[in-house]
């Protein structure tokens, strides 16, 4: 993970976008790496914001295109556990969308949703907002430590 941190906000926007995907890690930690070098805490939090969305967007896509070959292999993610979800997020898919940074259940939210083809603008809305608040927190919390 010491590459990321090498390029800074291209390093934190892709680690961001891995970590709303298939690839288990903490995008927080690059962040409180990058802006313990110094790095601008508004463009940081924007950064890494903009590249977990791109990344829970991307999850979305994937449930919207409905291939289950695809969504079990590539993003481990069962079609009974999306099903289990299925009447929650059908009926509250804005305010799933806004918890997409939840570790463990963001990605079943981001492919559920799309699975369900909720409307793209609201959840694309909504799922921006939710990770912009995550990190604006977390950069602030940084700030307490550093």
């Known amino acids: 993970m010491a ?3 090498d390029y800074n906000l291209w390093g934190l926007f892709f680690a961001s976008f891995l970590a709303a995907t298939v690839v288990p890690f903490s995008s927080e930690v690059v962040l409180s790496a990058v802006l313990a070098n110094g790095t601008d805490v ?3 939090v924007w950064v890494a ?3 977990n969305w791109a990344g829970g967007m991307t999850s979305f896509a994937l449930g ?5 070959e695809w969504i079990e ?3 481990r993610v069962k079609r009974e556990t999306i099903e289990k979800w299925h009447n929650r997020l059908y009926k509250s898919g804005a305010f799933f969308a806004f918890l997409t940074w939840v ?3 963001g990605d079943i939210f981001a492919i559920g949703l799309g699975v369900l083809r909720a409307n793209v603008f609201i959840i694309s809305v909504t ?3 939710g990770k912009l608040v995550r990190y604006i927190v977390w950069a602030w919390f940084t700030g ?3």
């Open 127 to 129: 799922m921006f907002v």
């Open 3 to 5: 590459g990321f941190f």
């Open 42 to 44: 508004f463009w940081a």
């Open 49 to 51: 914001s903009l590249g």
């Open 103 to 105: 570790p463990g259940v």
């Open 64 to 68: 919207y295109m409905g291939k289950w």
């Open 73 to 75: 292999k590539y993003l």
């Open 144 to 146: 307490l430590i550093f």
